[in-house]
Nanobody, 122 residues
Framework: QVQLVESGGGLVQAGGSLRLSCTAS????????MAWFRQAPGKEREYVAI????????YYADSVKGRFTISRDNAKNTVYLQMNSLKPEDTAVYYC???????????????WGQGTQVTVSS
């Protein structure tokens, strides 16, 4: 069982930055693919960024490429999402998720955090 707790959301002006953190319980964090998803009101959940177990493979959604960076510290059981040049359309609840297999579909992820709200004002 893995428990995920996100932090770092908030309100920021367009062009600003935020860093989200997600800390996992358990001793097998390093074996999981970690990802960030987001869901805006009235929209479907979408993947934002994915990091394989040892950062051998990293993927970004086109909408955030060049602005967001995913990283992980396996010694601290933590994955991060650095978000720069934020836009109003980035406003959403952001979730971290863990999976043994990974992928861009949320259904592939076994464990989810509670979510953290990110609001970008124009």
């Amino acid at each position: 069982q893995v428990q995920l707790v996100e932090s770092g959301g908030g309100l920021v002006q367009a062009g600003g930055s935020l860093r989200l953190s997600c800390t996992a319980s358990g001793r097998t964090f390093s074996s999981y693919v970690m990802a960030w998803f987001r869901q805006a009101p009235g929209k479907e959940r979408e993947y934002v960024a994915i990091a394989s177990a040892r950062l051998g493979n990293i993927y970004y959604a086109d909408s955030v490429k060049g602005r967001f960076t995913i990283s992980r510290d396996n010694a601290k059981n933590t994955v991060y999402l650095q978000m720069n040049s934020l836009k109003p359309e980035d406003t959403a609840v952001y979730y971290c998720a863990a999976s043994r297999v990974g992928g861009t579909k949320g259904t592939s992820y076994d464990y989810w955090g509670q979510g953290t709200q990110v609001t970008v004002s124009s």
